[in-house]
């Protein structure tokens, strides 16, 4: 079966960290460019974060110093660890693999100030 399950959301206070999963099968992970998205409630989804298959990350601005992408290919596995969260940062997050147009049910990740 070709899914996407995300993994690790919850309410933290402002200042907090998390640990994002996203466990992949039935799809050739370790060739494939991975995406974390977010959408806040009222807002469009946004990229977040990107690795590619060889582990080169991109962040969208907001989240630089505070946010790493990695990925564990034995694992079929890519994380999104989340340092001092701000409340803006309150939305569901969603594990993407953008070649497969393969998305994930998203996690809730709730700040509170």
């Known amino acids: 079966q070709v899914q996407l399950v995300e993994s690790g959301g919850g309410l933290v206070q402002a200042g907090g960290s998390l640990r994002l999963s996203c466990a992949a099968s039935?799809?050739?992970?370790?060739?494939?460019?991975m995406a974390w998205y977010r959408q806040a409630p009222g807002k469009q989804r946004e990229l977040v974060a990107t690795i590619t298959s060889g582990g080169s990350p991109t962040y969208e601005e907001s989240v630089k110093g505070r946010f790493t992408i990695s990925r564990d290919n034995a694992k079929n596995t890519v994380y999104l660890q989340v340092n001092s969260l701000k409340p803006e940062d309150t939305a569901i997050y969603y594990c993407n693999a953008p070649t497969k147009n393969l998305w994930g049910q998203g996690t809730q990740v709730t700040v509170s100030s």
């Open positions: 039935g799809i050739i992970f370790r060739f494939i460019t």
